[in-house]
């Protein structure tokens, strides 16, 4: 810790210093002292863990100075660890590149809590460095390179070195599986335990997977694994009557959203106090450098490329819910033909019965219920076919899972495109704000 913050404190590198809740001269020591508190409250050992944590910032060379500097890397330590936790900043002017290096104690300073690293802290801290700087109007990496060969790489690289899911392994256990051409599905299981996976045969003949450290098993079909992952298609595979299946990509990085500004006049109009007013500020500040955010990463550079992508984004999402819609109504009418088909197939005899008793009264009395059955039945299959002729039950059957399928993966398109659009209008919507074309929007909002 000592030789860490003495690198940073270095005379010869150092072009401003700032701190929170400790003396950067005497930080080892204060850092220490709220850890040897947290161990006389609580009893966990000062040893355990990380002692404290680091994070580097850097900036355009002759973009700031290193006053400016120090203060957007307090700024960002501050938002980091939202206050509750000890920090200093150095800033370093030895490089072309103004450089601060941030020191926080791993241990807050009310003892209530330890920070600890989480899956894909990189990458929000580097989001949250990149908001900052946006709102200072900074520049900001678009497309950063790999550092070094090593672990250590960019949030970009990161993405990649999570491992897979569970459902991935398997479909990539599948995928390899079937690249060394087995005999049957036999073989084919064969080789997927020669992979390291417990082959697991359920009732109705449903096969799953256990791999190693995996505590529930996944099953082979494709409402779980995706289109082609089916027990039949993996067959046909096989058998040479279709190709691979392909490897859907799994999502990476969750989603921001982009929220509307707020009208603050409007808002104050309406009895809040100045400070709602400070942080509405504060709030609409965040949300335009979001907005900014969002236009650098789609390289969006004029007004009429983002009107354009917004009205694709709306466009495509109305598309999909079409989409969308067309499937399940051919689903609902596939599922309630089946369901017709086995009521008619059931009731069948019992009309037949009818007729041979020449539509005798009693005999409709004792069996009212299978007759009334049997007529809506064959109304429903009339109306659905409208004359045309009813296919067999074997092929109601693999429509009815194809279109579940379909309209699975419409459902998941129709998600992606729905939060893709929500994020493009509220995007225009501030830049709208910001420019002052209102006029439009308002009367849109009138009309509905």
Same mark, same amino acid.
């Given at each position: 810790?000592?030789?860490?913050?003495?690198?940073?404190?270095?005379?010869?590198?150092?072009?401003?210093?700032?701190?929170?809740?400790?003396?950067?001269?005497?930080?080892?020591?204060?850092?220490?002292?709220?850890?040897?508190?947290?161990?006389?409250?609580?009893? +966990?050992?000062?040893?355990?863990?990380?002692?404290?944590?680091?994070?580097?910032?850097?900036?355009?060379?002759?973009?700031?100075?290193?006053?400016?500097?120090?203060?957007?890397?307090?700024?960002?330590?501050?938002?980091?660890?939202?206050? @509750?936790?000890?920090?200093?900043?150095?800033?370093?002017?030895?490089?072309?590149?103004?450089?601060?290096?941030?020191?926080?104690?791993?241990?807050?300073?009310?003892?209530?809590?330890?920070?600890?690293?989480?899956?894909?802290?990189?990458?929000?801290?580097?989001?949250?460095?990149?908001?900052?700087?946006?709102?200072?109007?900074?520049?900001?990496?678009?497309? $950063?390179?790999?550092?070094?060969?090593?672990?250590?790489?960019?949030?970009?690289?990161?993405?990649?070195?999570?491992?897979?899911?569970?459902?991935?392994?398997?479909?990539?256990?599948?995928?390899?599986?079937?690249?060394? @051409?087995?005999?049957?599905?036999?073989?084919?299981?064969?080789?997927?335990?020669?992979?390291?996976?417990?082959?697991?045969?359920? +009732?109705?003949?449903?096969?799953?997977?256990?791999?190693?450290?995996?505590?529930? $098993?996944? +099953?082979?079909?494709?409402?779980?694994?995706?289109?082609?992952?089916?027990?039949?298609?993996?067959?046909?595979?096989?058998?040479?009557?279709?190709?691979? $299946?392909?490897?859907?990509?799994?999502?990476?990085?969750?989603?921001?959203?982009?929220?509307?500004?707020?009208?603050?006049?409007?808002?104050?109009?309406?009895?809040?106090?100045?400070?709602?007013?400070?942080?509405?500020?504060?709030?609409?500040?965040?949300?335009?450098?979001?907005?900014?955010?969002?236009?650098?990463?789609?390289?969006?550079?004029?007004?009429?490329?983002?009107?354009?992508?917004?009205?694709?984004?709306?466009?495509?999402?109305?598309?999909?819910?079409?989409?969308?819609?067309?499937?399940?109504?051919?689903?609902?009418?596939?599922?309630?033909?089946?369901?017709?088909?086995?009521?008619?197939? @059931?009731?069948?005899?019992?009309?037949?019965?009818?007729?041979?008793?020449?539509?005798?009264? @009693?005999?409709?009395?004792?069996?009212?219920?299978?007759?009334?059955?049997?007529?809506?039945?064959?109304?429903?299959?009339?109306?659905?076919?409208?004359?045309?002729?009813?296919?067999?039950?074997?092929?109601?059957?693999?429509?009815?899972?194809?279109?579940?399928?379909?309209?699975?993966?419409?459902?998941?398109?129709?998600?992606?495109?729905?939060?893709?659009?929500?994020?493009?209008?509220?995007?225009?919507?501030?830049?709208?704000?910001?420019?002052?074309?209102?006029?439009? +929007?308002?009367?849109?909002?009138?009309?509905?």
């Amino acid at each position: 810790m000592e030789d860490r913050f003495t690198y940073g404190l270095n005379p010869e590198k150092l072009g401003a210093v700032s701190s929170y809740l400790c003396d950067p001269n005497t930080a080892p020591a204060e850092f220490l002292l709220v850890k040897s508190q947290c161990l006389a409250e609580t009893g +966990r050992a000062v040893s355990r863990g990380a002692l404290f944590f680091q994070i580097r910032q850097a900036f355009l060379p002759g973009e700031v100075t290193a006053e400016e500097a120090n203060r957007i890397g307090y700024e960002t330590a501050m938002r980091w660890t939202k206050g @509750k936790y000890q920090f200093f900043v150095c800033t370093h002017t030895d490089k072309a590149h103004i450089h601060n290096h941030i020191y926080f104690n791993a241990t807050a300073f009310d003892r209530s809590r330890k920070f600890h690293n989480f899956i894909g802290s990189s990458f929000a801290l580097r989001r949250l460095s990149d908001r900052v700087c946006i709102e200072h109007e900074l520049s900001v990496i678009q497309n $950063p390179c790999q550092h070094s060969k090593g672990r250590f790489l960019h949030y970009g690289q990161w993405i990649g070195e999570k491992p897979p899911s569970a459902k991935q392994r398997v479909r990539l256990a599948v995928l390899a599986a079937l690249e060394k @051409k087995p005999t049957d599905f036999a073989d084919f299981l064969r080789l997927m335990e020669e992979s390291g996976f417990a082959v697991k045969h359920g +009732r109705g003949g449903v096969i799953s997977f256990l791999a190693p450290g995996q505590e529930k $098993p996944t +099953r082979l079909r494709a409402s779980t694994l995706g289109v082609g992952f089916d027990p039949e298609d993996i067959k046909a595979v096989i058998a040479g009557e279709r190709p691979l $299946p392909e490897l859907p990509e799994e999502p990476t990085v969750p989603p921001r959203r982009v929220n509307l500004i707020i009208d603050i006049q409007e808002r104050m109009a309406q009895g809040k106090g100045p400070a709602y007013e400070r942080w509405a500020k504060v709030y609409n500040l965040k949300q335009m450098a979001a907005a900014l955010q969002y236009l650098q990463e789609h390289h969006l550079t004029d007004y009429a490329a983002l009107t354009a992508s917004t009205e694709a984004a709306v466009d495509h999402f109305h598309k999909l819910s079409d989409e969308l819609r067309t499937t399940e109504e051919a689903l609902s009418k596939t599922s309630e033909l089946m369901a017709a088909t086995v009521d008619y197939a @059931k009731t069948r005899p019992v009309f037949d019965g009818y007729k041979a008793a020449r539509y005798s009264k @009693k005999y409709l009395a004792q069996h009212e219920a299978e007759l009334a059955t049997y007529r809506a039945a064959k109304d429903t299959m009339n109306t659905i076919l409208n004359g045309a002729k009813l296919p067999k039950i074997e092929i109601l059957k693999k429509s009815r899972r194809e279109l579940a399928g379909q309209k699975k993966e419409l459902y998941a398109e129709y998600r992606e495109a729905q939060r893709q659009m929500r994020e493009a209008v509220a995007v225009k919507a501030n830049i709208d704000h910001l420019l002052g074309i209102t006029d439009e +929007r308002e009367n849109k909002a009138q009309e509905r």
